[in-house]
């Protein structure tokens, strides 16, 4: 069964720390993983997108990695801010369109 | 602001009842994709439209249709509402017509809250 599990499924820390989220998936034949953030009651906006040849992608203060191997990826934010505060929903896709996994998510708390 | 705009924000109806969803993609963008966000299942994708024509679908009940416009922007179709179909309905746009790519990003707009009593 296609799966993508997150973990974990809510995280408090505080600002200026630096936290990893993780994502370990079962979709195959595997196309493309994103990391997605979405603030509450707003649509999700897109961190990072690798393929299975990419083992690494970064955003700014966002760092995805991608281990096609063992099907795992993470996510890791550094030096925290207030405006982290959101979920992260990572998503993977197969071969087609209706391989199109959506993760639970891991909502992130960032406190002062 | 994604570029992506959807109408209307929010909708209150009955079950029973038809609604229909509007998304306008972004400018120069051929792609609309639709996803369905409850809080019980997640995120959840519906269907893909490219220049018109379907592309791909997903977990889509036979109750909901959608198409794509000559001007590219779409509408989704919900009948014979039942209460298990109050959600978020997200259209998201792209440039290119393939999930395939890894590079083909989406765009998300602010969402249609969709409440049936």
């Known amino acids: 069964k296609n799966q993508v599990e997150q973990s974990p499924q809510s995280l408090i820390i505080l600002e200026g720390k630096n936290c990893t989220l993780q994502?370990?998936?079962?979709?195959?034949?595997?196309?493309?993983l994103r990391w997605y953030k979405q603030d509450t009651g707003r649509g999700p906006v897109s961190l990072t997108i690798?393929?299975?040849?990419?083992n690494t992608k970064s955003n700014g203060r966002y760092t995805a990695t991608l281990d096609a191997d063992t099907k795992q990826s993470s996510l890791h934010i550094t030096a925290s801010q207030l405006s982290d505060s959101a979920s992260y929903i990572c998503?993977?896709?197969?071969?087609?369109?209706?391989?199109?996994?959506f993760g639970s998510g891991t909502r992130l708390s960032i406190r002062p | 602001d994604s570029g992506v705009t959807q109408t209307p924000k929010h909708l209150i109806t009955a079950t029973g009842q038809r609604v229909t969803l509007r998304c306008s993609p972004r400018?120069?963008?051929?792609?609309v994709y639709w996803y369905q966000q409850s809080l019980d299942q997640g995120l959840q994708f519906l269907i893909h439209?490219?220049?018109?024509?379907?592309?791909a679908k997903g977990n889509i009940l036979e109750r909901f249709s959608a198409q794509q416009f000559p001007d590219l922007h779409s509408e989704l179709n919900l009948s014979s509402l039942e209460l298990g179909d109050s959600a978020l309905y997200f259209c998201?746009?792209?440039?290119?017509?393939?999930?395939?790519?890894?590079?083909?990003?989406?765009?998300f707009g602010p969402g249609t809250r969709l409440t049936v009593l």
């Open positions: 998201a746009s792209s440039v290119g017509g393939s999930f395939r790519g890894g590079y083909n990003e989406q765009f």
């Open positions: 994502c370990n998936y079962t979709v195959s034949p595997f196309s493309n």
């Open positions: 690798m393929t299975f040849s990419e």
């Open positions: 998503v993977v896709s197969g071969s087609s369109a209706s391989k199109i996994i």
């Open positions: 400018s120069g963008d051929l792609s």
């Open positions: 439209y490219y220049n018109g024509e379907e592309r």
